[in-house]
């Protein structure tokens, strides 16, 4: 399976953006989540689906703000992000893996990464 990213751009804070990443090939994932990793710091998780049910789980700095989804029909899932702030800011990747519940929200739950897209929110 590969994976593309799609999505990211400059915007003002307060904004909006929504991410794409899409898959082709065959795949045995349970989960396609969006990590991002701002200029200095680690990889850090943002949000995960469970690509079987639905299920879908956000870090604290995100929730009420992002959301993911999927379109199985397109093997896309997307993240839409509202209310941005700067520190929103990052290089944004999409992965997919077989995790379970309990690795869904770090980076060793995923095998095939994407090739990041870059959002910047400005102040």
């Known amino acids: 399976v590969q994976l593309q990213a799609s999505g990211g751009g400059l915007v003002q804070a307060g904004g909006s953006l929504r991410l794409s990443c899409t898959a082709s090939g065959r795949t045995d994932s349970t989960y396609t989540g969006w990590f991002r990793q701002a200029p200095g710091k680690e990889r850090e998780f943002v949000a995960t689906i469970r690509l079987s049910g639905g299920h879908t789980y956000y870090a604290d700095s995100v929730k009420a703000r992002f959301t993911i989804s999927k379109e199985n029909a397109k093997n896309t899932v997307y993240l839409q992000m509202n209310s941005l702030k700067p520190e929103d800011t990052g290089v944004y990747y999409c992965?997919?893996?077989?995790?379970?519940?309990?690795?869904?929200?770090?980076?060793?739950?995923?095998?095939?990464w994407g090739q990041g897209t870059l959002v910047t929110v400005s102040s």
């Open positions: 992965a997919t893996g077989r995790a379970i519940m309990s690795s869904s929200t770090t980076p060793r739950g995923y095998h095939t």
